[in-house]
């Protein structure tokens, strides 16, 4: 039987599939794999907090959208309610990855801390610099102390059933708590033409966009009340009990994650 090579190279270089051949590493000590380890590490954390914040950020616009984009948007009904029920799924799915995987009470921090930079970014690139809103209209809520809380709930309970009941109630009973001392200087009364407007409504109007918050004007003109006036706390518990039942939907979705046959070839 003939074999044919190509020009420019022998036959000596065929490779025999029958041959033994031996690779060397290039680890050689165990000090060199952990370097080797740190820096897997060193290049693989930032990358990943980038793509978490880009998935929540894009996650978030669709979901929330308006509502924490501008100042004024945030009232005292909806906000505290659409926002810790959208913002609870990535912290609930990476919960479960870096607890069940590394025993570390970390991904809600981490899932908040990237989605914070990642809105950052987008308000001071987009918002201010591309569109010439200012700054303190747009800039993003915060939501590190919650995710601390929700980490923290999962490492002294070690439990994902209290981690939800008693963490992921927090996380939206605290929403419009956390945020107060940045939306209390917008929530000022003013004389505006002889009307009284607050300070984010008075930006409303002097930075007109698509879509303005009028129904939120409207129920608060209203006289309508639900437990003698209080609106905001009886939106937290309502929001505490939703976000609960999303991050038990979310908790669950990431241990099926995990258990995939796909996931355990990655990790």
Not at 184 to 200: E, S
Not at 234 to 262: E, P
């Amino acid at each position: 039987m003939s074999a044919e090579y190509i020009s420019g190279d022998s036959p000596e270089d065929e490779i025999d599939p029958n041959e033994e051949r031996i690779v060397a590493s290039a680890v050689k000590s165990r000090e060199e794999q952990l370097v080797a380890y740190k820096n897997i590490e060193i290049a693989t954390v930032p990358l990943l907090f980038l793509l978490f914040g880009g998935i929540s950020v894009f996650l978030f616009a669709l979901t929330v959208g308006d509502w924490d984009f501008w100042m004024d948007w945030r009232d005292r009904r909806w906000w505290p309610l659409v926002t810790p029920f959208s913002l609870i799924l990535l912290p609930a799915v990476l919960g479960v990855f870096t607890w069940n995987r590394f025993r570390l009470p970390i991904g809600a921090t981490f899932a908040v801390m990237s989605f914070l930079a990642a809105s950052w970014v987008s308000r001071v690139m987009n918002f201010q610099n591309f569109a010439g809103f200012p700054l303190n209209f747009v800039s993003p809520s915060t939501w590190v102390g919650l995710g601390v809380l929700l980490d923290c709930t999962i490492i002294i309970t070690r439990s994902w059933f209290a981690a939800g009941f008693i963490g992921a109630f927090l996380f939206g009973l605290l929403t419009y708590t956390i945020n107060w001392p940045i939306f209390a200087p917008f929530r000022m009364p003013i004389d505006y033409n002889g009307t009284m407007v607050t300070v984010a409504d008075l930006m409303g109007y002097m930075y007109i966009r698509t879509a303005i918050p009028e129904y939120v004007r409207i129920i608060e003109a209203s006289t309508l009340r639900t437990f003698g006036e209080a609106v905001t706390p009886l939106t937290a518990v309502f929001a505490g009990f939703v976000t609960i039942l999303n991050y038990y939907l979310w908790v669950w979705v990431g241990h099926k994650v995990l258990k995939s046959a796909w996931m355990n070839k990655v990790i």
